[in-house]
């Protein structure tokens, strides 16, 4: 039975305005931390101003903030059930016939909106207010450093004379270049004929540009190249397009780069499992609601309400480290990537459930 549209909207309105504020409590924390952080890095560097870094702490925040909204529904969805018991709103509610179920309807509701938006919205301003910061802060303290990443990466290649299997520490986000590579070229048939080790490496048009190479051979000495070239059949631009981080790339491009990134012989499984879980995170926000709501149905005149309140902050971060733990699984491979990102949330709705039907129904 579905609750009155009055009672129902000023259900919703509490619930919203509660995690509007503790989300934008949030947001402001963050900004002046990186604001202070960004500050305190620019006094070594001349002609930045304060507003500049202002500015470049606003593009890299809303990146940061996304990471705690299932916090945010969490939190503000305690404080808004706590405050209707204190008030004894939701005692009124339950004499008038209203069960818990009902009146859990407008804060589900409003958690999946902000799922939708947070989806739909908010994480594609946030992927592109990122990339913004990137090539900002690359251009104010004039440097590479903000956009290398040191993770080690894989590529495959084909072509007419047989395979080449890449291996790079560290890439460049945005560009077609890696750093520290080892590479190991094999014939047609499958036998290895070199092993290339270079400080640097970009791919162009039909070759890889590799610096400071040496050439290693089974029947060769090893010869040093200032410049050596290793034809490709790899896109630049595809390539270029995968060295982007997931939390870089807007929602509704996931699936293409994904795509791109197989096409370019790279493991495309982040940006897939990042899909996954934004899809998620409706579901994700609903389990938040109904944990909050398993701790904070209390009477304020039974007592315990401080106890519940802490076992519901210790249920939100246990079902937050498992969410992690399964992403790191499923960014390994050891688990799908769509279990790995729904389970947790699956999981939670089902325990918030349980928990609600032991206090409600017995």
Same mark, same amino acid.
């Given at each position: ?23 934008? !409590? ?61 008030? &004894?709103?939701?005692?009124?509610? #339950? ?18 909106? +902000? ?16 990339? @913004? ?23 495959? /290649? ?6 080449? +299997? ?11 270049? +890696?750093?520290? $590579? ?10 290895? /004929? ?24 089974? @029947? +060769? ?18 390539? #270029?397009?995968?060295? !982007? ?9 996931? #699936?293409?780069?994904?795509? /791109?990134?197989?096409? *370019? ?41 401080? /106890? ?6 210790? *249920? ?10 399964? @992403? ?6 050891? $688990?799908?990537?769509?279990? *790995? ?15 609600? &039907? ?5």
């Amino acid at each position: 039975m579905l609750v009155g549209a009055t009672f129902g909207t000023y259900l919703a309105t509490r619930f919203l305005r509660a995690i509007g504020g503790v989300f934008a !409590t949030v947001f402001l924390l963050v900004y002046t931390v990186d604001f202070v952080e960004l500050m305190r890095g620019a006094g070594e560097t001349e002609g930045v101003g304060a507003g500049e870094i202002a500015f470049l702490s606003l593009l890299r925040t809303p990146t940061v903030t996304e990471q705690v909204l299932p916090f945010a529904v969490l939190f503000g969805a305690m404080i808004a059930l706590l405050q209707l018991s204190r008030k &004894l709103e939701l005692v009124v509610a #339950r004499a008038a016939g209203v069960s818990a179920w009902q009146f859990l309807q407008p804060g589900v509701a409003v958690a999946i909106g +902000i799922g939708l938006f947070a989806v739909f919205a908010y994480n594609p301003l946030a992927a592109t207010m990122k990339r @913004e910061a990137s090539v900002r802060e690359a251009a104010l303290f004039a440097n590479e450093l903000g956009r290398v990443s040191e993770e080690i990466v894989w590529i495959r /290649q084909r072509s007419p004379d047989g395979t080449a +299997i890449l291996r790079a520490e560290a890439r460049v986000e945005g560009s077609t270049r +890696i750093a520290r $590579v080892t590479v190991f070229t094999f014939d047609r048939e499958g036998r290895f /004929q070199e092993r290339i080790e270079a400080a640097e490496a970009e791919l162009r048009e039909g070759y890889w540009a590799l610096d400071e190479a040496v050439v290693f051979g089974p @029947e +060769i000495e090893p010869t040093t190249h200032a410049r050596y070239e290793l034809p490709s059949s790899l896109d630049p631009s595809q390539l #270029r397009t995968s060295f !982007t981080p997931p939390a870089s790339v807007p929602f509704w491009q996931l #699936r293409a780069i994904a795509d /791109q990134t197989e096409r *370019a012989g790279l493991d495309a499984t982040p940006y897939r499992l990042q899909y996954e879980a934004l899809t998620a995170r409706p579901l994700l926000f609903v389990a938040m609601v109904l944990v909050a709501a398993s701790v904070s149905l209390r009477f304020f005149r039974f007592g315990g309400v401080g /106890q519940m309140v802490l076992g519901g902050v210790a *249920a939100g971060f246990l079902l937050y480290v498992a969410t992690e733990v399964m @992403e790191d699984l499923g960014a390994s491979g050891l $688990v799908g990537t769509t279990v *790995a990102a729904w389970l947790p949330a699956v999981v939670g709705s089902l325990l918030g459930v349980l928990a609600l &039907l032991h206090q409600e129904d017995g």
